[in-house]
């Protein structure tokens, strides 16, 4: 590994992510957005998954002229989450971030996200705010069931599980302390929602905070659920009942996180009471489960407890 990176006493070392598989429709706005970032000490490191379109090339072209890229391709198709966690493992910055091949960035999202992590030592992650755009990069409504992000900084742990029960979880996408992330469960088994779960784990070592004035365009495609299955290589048994899976994962995270919390219990309590008064939560797990979703509010806490009482 040769990072792009520089040992440098006022700027410290980022690393940007890009894992793609065919990406090439979208690959040269997400890459627009990134070459341009104002801060003066990152690297892009794009892992191709042997894709079979043209992204290879363009890749190859941009890296050509921007000598922060680092480009590393793939014999066969390693599955999504390998190609994840190979831009993560193979950098040493201090600061990590994935990028999506379809997403596109603020110029300023890097310089802020790190500015905010050096002034708080209990931030593990600074996340910029997202807006949802359709394939054609059209805006698209805020999702009906998950309030916008809020800055946690300053809440406690169950505070902060709270927040991101209320928004099923937190987009990943954020710039992240390296060595927290390596401390969570993100070299584990391939999962539909792992960067769900991963937010979950993070919430136990810090807060994460918002940044200001710093869109992030996160495009949502057709059918987006069931190419990432493909890629994951996961077969049909094993994507259903996705949200009592998910629901399960992220209970086992925030009561048994990876930085032990004498608030672990009522973290999960709060958690648990979230899931219960949630419009997207209760229904989901009410479906996946063949439970009567008109119970009351104290009744449904009591099934969802008997449910997380296996992990």
Same mark, same amino acid.
């Given at each position: 590994?040769?990072?792009?990176?520089?040992?440098?006493?006022?700027?410290?070392?980022?690393?940007?992510?890009?894992?793609?598989?065919?990406?090439?429709?979208?690959?040269?706005?997400?890459?627009?957005?990134?070459?341009?970032?104002?801060?003066?000490?990152?690297?892009?490191?794009?892992?191709?998954?042997?894709?079979?379109?043209?992204?290879?090339?363009?890749?190859?072209?941009?890296?050509?002229?921007?000598?922060?890229?680092?480009?590393?391709?793939?014999?066969?198709?390693?599955?999504?989450?390998?190609?994840?966690?190979?831009? !993560? %493992?193979?950098? =040493? +910055?201090?600061?990590? /971030?994935?990028?999506?091949?379809?997403?596109?960035?603020?110029? @300023?999202? $890097?310089?802020?996200?790190?500015?905010?992590?050096?002034?708080?030592?209990?931030?593990?992650?600074?996340?910029?705010?997202?807006?949802?755009?359709?394939?054609?990069?059209?805006?698209?409504?805020?999702?009906?069931?998950?309030?916008?992000?809020?800055?946690?900084?300053?809440?406690?742990?169950?505070?902060?599980?709270?927040?991101?029960?209320?928004?099923?979880?937190?987009?990943?996408?954020? !710039? %992240?302390?390296? =060595? +927290?992330?390596?401390? /969570?469960?993100?070299?584990?088994?391939?999962?539909?929602?792992? @960067?769900? $779960?991963?937010?979950?784990?993070?919430?136990?070592?810090?807060?994460?905070?918002?940044?200001?004035?710093?869109?992030?365009?996160?495009?949502?495609?057709?059918?987006?659920?069931?190419?990432?299955?493909?890629?994951?290589?996961?077969?049909?048994?094993?994507?259903?009942?996705?949200?009592?899976?998910?629901?399960?994962?992220?209970?086992?995270?925030?009561?048994?996180?990876?930085?032990?919390? !004498?608030?672990?219990?009522? +973290?999960?309590?709060?958690?648990?009471?979230?899931?219960?008064?949630?419009?997207?939560?209760?229904?989901?797990?009410?479906?996946?489960?063949?439970?009567?979703?008109?119970?009351?509010?104290?009744?449904?806490?009591?099934?969802?407890?008997?449910?997380?009482?296996?992990?």
């Amino acid at each position: 590994m040769i990072s792009r990176c520089l040992p440098h006493p006022n700027y410290p070392s980022v690393s940007i992510g890009l894992p793609v598989f065919n990406g090439a429709a979208y690959l040269r706005q997400a890459l627009d957005s990134l070459v341009t970032q104002d801060y003066p000490n990152f690297e892009i490191h794009v892992s191709d998954n042997a894709s079979t379109d043209e992204t290879w090339k363009i890749i190859n072209e941009y890296a050509q002229k921007c000598d922060r890229f680092r480009l590393h391709r793939w014999s066969h198709n390693r599955g999504a989450v390998k190609n994840f966690q190979h831009v !993560l %493992i193979d950098c =040493d +910055a201090t600061y990590f /971030t994935w990028a999506a091949f379809d997403d596109v960035w603020s110029s @300023d999202f $890097i310089s802020k996200a790190v500015s905010i992590l050096e002034a708080d030592a209990t931030a593990v992650m600074a996340s910029p705010m997202t807006t949802l755009i359709d394939a054609s990069g059209n805006l698209l409504p805020k999702h009906p069931t998950r309030p916008s992000p809020v800055d946690l900084g300053g809440m406690s742990y169950p505070e902060r599980i709270g927040e991101l029960a209320h928004r099923v979880g937190w987009c990943i996408y954020g !710039l %992240i302390r390296r =060595d +927290a992330l390596l401390s /969570t469960s993100v070299f584990g088994q391939q999962e539909l929602t792992h @960067d769900v $779960i991963l937010t979950y784990e993070l919430a136990s070592m810090g807060t994460f905070r918002l940044i200001e004035d710093c869109p992030f365009f996160y495009r949502v495609l057709p059918k987006q659920s069931t190419h990432v299955a493909e890629q994951l290589g996961l077969k049909t048994e094993s994507v259903q009942a996705v949200f009592t899976k998910l629901f399960l994962k992220c209970a086992k995270a925030v009561a048994f996180p990876f930085t032990p919390h !004498l608030e672990a219990t009522k +973290a999960l309590e709060i958690f648990l009471n979230v899931c219960a008064g949630h419009k997207e939560w209760w229904p989901l797990l009410c479906a996946e489960n063949n439970w009567d979703s008109s119970i009351s509010e104290p009744l449904r806490v009591e099934k969802l407890r008997s449910l997380s009482l296996g992990i």
